[in-house]
């Protein structure tokens, strides 16, 4: 059994590293003076064929019909999880440190735990409490250098990425229930479809600074998030929730911010602080909680 679940875990790290360069790959771009939203349609239009080309060689499942009603919602939880998430984290990115952006940002467990008990009635544990306790001391610590470095930067900054964490929180919780109707990988394909051409009518409509004439790295960098940091992590993290369950890959993903941290370290030369590295520690050690009680449950 432990065999057969291998496979599936290390295609599920590999996801996980390859969403992790994300956060590298726009403070590169960042260099060459491209705007976020700029920033976004590229990775978005980039990605936008390979995920049309997916839904075009799916086979159509006739089990499962998706109603009226499932269709709306999928397009609200494409705007929130991979629009909105996107665009925050974009912003946030201009403000602080690819690495912090990380520690942030994987506060979404809990999040996921906390909008749960809300809105789908859901009890939660002690052990939980102390997870989510530990995991907001983690962010605290994470960037309080910084606040006394940056000020009112850091405070945007992590206040943008926070926002990123709570809407793609939100987009896992509420599309849960909406999963089983069309299968990962078409509703997969089918949000990030209505997230570009969200992407592209935000573009349209705030003042739109050319697409050509940047640096060829901007491109290349824009290419790259489309496919290493978006596309296909998408599809290997599908494979692996698929495989070894949702609860276990949870696990797993606490290795997101030291995955970063790493990149971080070796294409942007940020040198994190002690205090820095002992925040991430925290923020896993209540990513590992959580995790560890979902899979208890589950069992």
């Known amino acids: 059994m432990r065999s057969t679940k291998l496979f599936p875990a290390l295609v599920g790290i590999l996801g996980i590293v390859m ?8 403070k590169l771009a ?28 799916l086979k159509r499942d006739s089990r499962h019909k998706p109603t009226a009603k499932d269709n709306l919602w999928l397009v609200f939880f494409g705007v929130i999880g991979y629009y909105l998430a996107s665009y925050f984290d974009f912003v946030g990115l201009q403000y602080i440190k690819a690495s912090i952006e990380r520690v942030i940002l994987f506060t979404y467990p809990t999040i996921v735990l906390l909008l749960s008990v809300v809105f789908l009635k859901r009890t939660i544990t002690n ?32 206040g943008f990425v926070l926002l990123s964490a709570i809407t793609y929180a939100s987009y896992l919780v509420g599309s849960d229930w909406l999963i089983p109707r069309y299968g990962v990988l078409r509703f997969t394909s089918y949000a990030m479809i209505v997230s570009c051409v969200c992407v592209l009518i935000h573009y ?21 998030m489309a496919l290493v940091a978006t596309v296909i992590p998408s599809y290997l993290v599908s494979y692996a929730i698929g495989k070894i369950t949702a609860s276990n890959f949870a696990i797993l993903a606490g290795l997101g911010p030291i995955s970063t941290i790493v990149l971080a370290n070796a294409f942007l030369d940020e040198r994190l602080t002690g205090l820095q590295l002992a925040a991430t520690g925290i923020v896993i050690v209540g990513i590992l909680i959580i995790s560890m009680e979902k899979n208890k449950k589950a069992s």
């Open 30 to 57: 960042y260099q060459y003076g491209v705007s976020p939203v700029n920033l976004l349609v590229f990775r978005m239009l980039f990605a936008l064929p390979f995920y049309i080309g997916v839904l075009f060689f």
């Open 19 to 26: 969403f992790s360069s994300k956060a590298v790959m726009v």
């Open 127 to 158: 052990k939980q409490i102390v997870a989510v306790i530990l995991t907001y001391i983690g962010v605290l610590v994470a960037f309080w250098g910084d606040l006394s470095v940056e000020g009112d930067r850091t405070v945007i900054g992590a």
């Open 204 to 224: 349209a409509i705030s003042n739109p600074v050319s697409l050509l004439g940047y640096h060829p790295n901007v491109y290349g960098l824009g290419l790259a």
